[in-house]
């Protein structure tokens, strides 16, 4: 927790004004009291209304500037608490961006999400309870321990007995329940992980009737969330009424003893009320120091979770004076001879994971050449295209672009040769052109309309009522599977990749609109290096090579023909689809 508080030095004024005022106003507290004790002992006992009445006025106005105080130091702590809130999500969110796709996985979407909001939340409630009771509670306890003490010192001793005591029911129930917190917070994570999973899959549960099934499977993380929280709230239970019981007790002590000493003329009516105040004053100060208590308890487990993501470090990171230049002439394939990737004896296994998703690839890759990459599901064909532009580094071996390893280039600079379409089609709320400008922000409307005509998408594009500047709803739910694919496509090529990463990307295209895509890019895209990913063997048919991937390990790699006739793998995918 300490980490962040770094964050509250931007809030110098609001940590230093709020529990100021927050200490004039609990002074005041200890006050009124005396004032009270007055009344009795003087305006009470002699009649005396116009005493009364000044002493009423005075608590009237303490109570009023207290109001006026505990304003002041309210918006202080509303201030620093949104304030740091909002820097410490800020970062938070910028640090998460920073990470690497392996540490994203890591961690979880749902995770993620609710440490960015919940956590920090719960972090922000504690920077404002530290400004407005940090010093108010103590400062209460103790001044209401001080001035009993100046009253009756022997009578005052209860106080040096009931505040063990209760610290120690305090104690006891926080160690109980502290437990519970952390596993609540992993609790919120199941809830959230499963919120995500069925709003986004909604159609795929109501396509398989699984509503019933997923209403369930929400009802039970979400009962599981409660029943933690009904679990801490028997065991806080006991703490009001236990506090409460020790005190009243303490007070009937008070009551008893003072009533005897009132009674032997050593102490007045009004001390024995004045007394009794302090101690109700004790009592609650004590409550609310439970409370923050657990404040600070479920603040410090956010904390923890928040200090993690900080604290993890992108595993892909940039060597000191990295190569930023990478120069890749327009040259067609024929006119060139070193290959501009080599993957070399490249082994990857995901972070966590035991086993090789990829064993020992080898391919050079020359500009300008079209690679087709097939193999069943799972067998390794998005791994090794994400390789290309260092979303993971290989476990083993090489992969050299421009005889260079990857390691000595920006990681900028690389992913900008890419045009990058993955295999689920991503689009996001905003307008046609918006999303193409995604990848190249200055994109003129000639630019934004080649890339249309040649992912193929025109047609439907101009036949929308707005056109480029039809909206998008949030996911592209308003478009066809299709269109949303084609519209990934054109926006991948809009910024002219020399490289062109399609993961799967013709899945949902009819094999017409396949074929004319593909002799599109061949005419359109002649100097870009294409890496088509694909179940179907037409696509990748007349690819330059082709990659078989079998299991992570490569089954084959050449010409269609000599595939066909040399790759057994190849065949089986071939004879099954072309049949
Ligand atoms: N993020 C990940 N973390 C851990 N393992 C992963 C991850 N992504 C994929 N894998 C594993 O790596 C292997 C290869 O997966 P990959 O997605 O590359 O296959 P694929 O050939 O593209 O499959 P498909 O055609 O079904 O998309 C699989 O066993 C998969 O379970």
Not at 358 to 377: A, P, W
Not at 518 to 541: H, M, P, Y
């Amino acid at each position: 927790m300490l980490k962040l508080a770094r964050y509250l030095r931007y809030f110098k004024k609001e940590v230093i004004i709020g529990p100021f005022f927050k200490l004039l106003e609990a002074i005041f507290e200890l006050i009124v009291p005396i004032v009270m004790a007055s009344i009795i002992d003087v305006g009470i006992k002699n009649r005396d209304t116009t005493f009364v009445l000044q002493r009423g006025g005075i608590i009237l106005l303490l109570g009023f500037m207290g109001l006026v105080f505990a304003i002041i130091c309210q918006y202080s702590a509303a201030r620093a608490s949104q304030g740091f809130g909002t820097m410490v999500r800020n970062d938070l969110y910028a640090h998460i961006n920073s990470l690497s796709h392996g540490e994203i996985d890591k961690f979880g979407t749902s995770t993620l999400i609710t440490i960015l909001t919940n956590d920090i939340n719960q972090m922000q409630l504690a920077v404002a309870m530290l400004i407005r009771l940090v010093v108010r509670v103590p400062f209460l306890i103790i001044g209401a321990v001080v001035m009993s003490m100046i009253l009756d010192l022997k009578l005052s001793l209860i106080f040096l007995i009931v505040a063990p005591l209760v610290s120690a029911v305090i104690y006891l129930i926080m160690r109980l329940s502290v437990p519970y917190y952390r596993v609540r917070q992993k609790m919120l994570d199941k809830v959230s992980t499963i919120t995500r999973e069925n709003l986004s899959g909604v159609r795929v549960i109501r396509a398989f009737s699984k509503q019933d099934h997923e209403i369930k499977r929400f009802n039970k993380a979400n009962n599981d969330v409660a029943d933690i929280a009904i679990n801490v709230g028997k065991i806080s239970a006991f703490l009001n009424p236990a506090t409460f019981a020790i005190l009243n007790i303490a007070i009937l002590t008070i009551l008893w003893f003072g009533g005897g000493r009132v009674y032997t003329g050593s102490l007045t009516q009004g001390e024995v009320i004045a007394l009794t105040n302090y101690m109700t004053q004790i009592s609650l100060a004590l409550v609310v120091l439970s409370n923050l208590v657990v404040i600070f308890t479920k603040a410090a487990a956010s904390a923890n979770r928040i200090n993690m993501v900080f604290e993890t470090e992108a595993s892909i990171q940039e060597i000191e004076r990295s190569l930023t230049d990478i120069k890749i002439d327009n040259k067609e394939k024929s006119m060139t001879e070193q290959a501009l990737i080599s993957i070399d004896k490249v082994s990857f296994a995901y972070p966590g994971s035991d086993e090789y998703a990829l064993e020992d690839i080898s391919i050079d890759i020359r500009q300008g050449e079209v690679i087709g990459i097939i193999g069943g599901t799972g067998s390794g064909k998005s791994t090794l295209v994400n390789l290309l532009p260092r979303f993971y580094d290989v476990t083993k071996g090489e992969i050299r672009l421009n005889g260079i390893p990857l390691q000595e280039y920006s990681i900028d600079s690389i992913r900008k040769l890419f045009g990058i379409v993955t295999q689920k089609a991503v689009l996001f709320s905003g307008s046609i052109s918006d999303n193409l400008r995604f990848s190249k922000e200055d994109a003129s409307l000639e630019e934004i309309k080649w890339a249309i005509e040649v992912a193929q998408a025109k047609d439907f594009v101009e036949k929308l009522p707005d056109g480029y500047d039809t909206l998008i709803n949030q996911g592209g739910r308003n478009l066809s599977g299709g269109q949303r694919q084609r519209l990934t496509i054109a926006r991948a090529l809009v910024r002219k990749p020399k490289i062109l990463i399609l993961d799967d990307s013709f899945s949902a295209l009819d094999y017409a609109t396949d074929a004319r895509l593909r002799e599109a890019l061949s005419k359109n895209c002649r100097d870009t290096t294409v890496l088509i990913v694909s179940q179907r063997a037409n696509t990748i048919k007349y690819a330059d090579q082709i990659i078989v991937l079998d299991d992570g390990k490569v089954a084959g790699i050449g010409k269609h023909e000599d595939l066909y006739k040399s790759c057994h793998v190849y065949k089986e995918i071939c004879d099954s689809q072309l049949s």
